[in-house]
């Protein structure tokens, strides 16, 4: 006759186990996330921002000889240009998950 109860006692323990682990690997990858900095530039290092891990800007330069009060919308877009090689640095600097790892966007995580 087949034990069902524990089949199960198994089952949940060794899931209980992974569970341990992803949560651990998660904990490890978060503080890895947190240490990083990338920095994004445009305009030859006209603009220069600096990102951490979370995306949260840490530091934004801007030299004087490319502020122009006749050309604001020059100036914007050298911020959202260093704003996106910074963004594109991060990404590829990420650390990617490890193979049979979940699908953590359906938990809204995004690594």
Known sequence: MLN???NMGTGFSKR???AKLLQQQLSQMQNQMKETEVTGTAGNGLVTI???GDNSMK???IKPECVDPEDVEGLQDLIK???EDALSKMQQDTPSLP???PDLKSFGLNF
């Open 59 to 61: 530091d934004i330069k």
């Open 81 to 83: 240009a260093a704003y």
């Open 4 to 6: 069902l109860g524990e």
């Open 99 to 101: 193979p049979g790892f």
């Open 16 to 18: 209980k186990k992974q």
């Open 50 to 52: 600096t990102l951490s």
